[in-house]
């Protein structure tokens, strides 16, 4: 494929999963639009979706990281992770429901959060300079979301996809990274009080730091670097559970606290609006003139 069709390839990409966005509709892989196995070409998809971002005034907050489980790895035939970027209007304040419709095939995942406090430039980053670059760390829930029907991907219609960037919710209790050991933290997940996934820091490509180092290498080699104030999604530590309306998630990652989703239901949205037009018609009508007076008698 010459350059001149891969950039038509490419804005084609974007503009299907544009519309799946805008119409609600999955819409189906979009791997057989690119060249076979080409994952810079998907890359180039997200850059010209991330730009476009950018330039509509979506402010772009961090990146996360996907793909960190070696089973999911193995699963699409890969041996490395994908990362994805992270809007301001993704993240979704603990105690806030989910409106339905929002998303088309959300799934709930829990990692580690870490926000940066300096920048991370270097193509070889260590541990030490990750360490040092590093604020503190949260808790934190991505709800995933793909817009290629049935889920049915590969690393190309995911990285293309935003990395199956859906929604974030972070938790609120800061953590310095000298109070706890991420590679050997554990985590339970529960799905309206039913535990749905398991796991540990270990289980993040060995540990959410070496994720975490991954990344900063891979943008840095790009020419885009991790920044201070940056939030990194470090990956999942555990298997994703299906989210529905009425879901409501919490995780428990030790040494980290908390955090949960809740997903409204198209039901419990219908009775508040009509409790809602109620109430202000009732206000309308108190308030109109004689109202509370009788007509005479």
Known sequence: MSAHESAGAVAKVVAVLDEAIRSGV?????????????????????????????????????????????????????DRPDFGALFADMAVPE??????GRLLQPKVEAEV?????????HRDPTVADLLRATAFALPALE???????????????????????????LGGTPVPLDRVDL??????????????????GADCLGSP????????????????PLRAGDIVLTGALGPMAVAAEGDEFTARIEGLGTVGAAFASSATEAGTEATEATETATEATEAAPGATEGAGA
């Open 26 to 78: 999955p819409c189906p892989p979009v791997r057989s639009l690119l060249p076979e196995a080409d994952v810079e070409a998907a890359y180039a998809v997200q850059r010209r979706y991330t730009e476009r971002a950018v330039a509509a005034g979506r402010r772009l907050v961090g990146r996360k990281i996907g793909l960190t489980s070696p089973a999911v790895q193995r699963q699409l035939g890969v």
């Open 95 to 100: 105690g806030e429901k989910i409106a339905p």
């Open 113 to 121: 959060a870490l926000v940066l406090g300096a920048d991370l430039p």
């Open 143 to 169: 709800i995933v979301d793909s817009r290629i029907a049935d889920w049915d991907i590969t690393i190309v219609d995911t990285v293309a996809d935003n990395a199956s960037c859906g929604l974030f919710v």
């Open 183 to 200: 590679r050997g933290v554990t985590m339970t997940l529960t799905k309206n009080g039913r535990t749905v996934s398991e796991g540990t």
């Open 209 to 224: 730091l070496t994720a975490a180092l991954w990344l900063a290498s891979t943008l840095a080699g790009l020419g885009d």
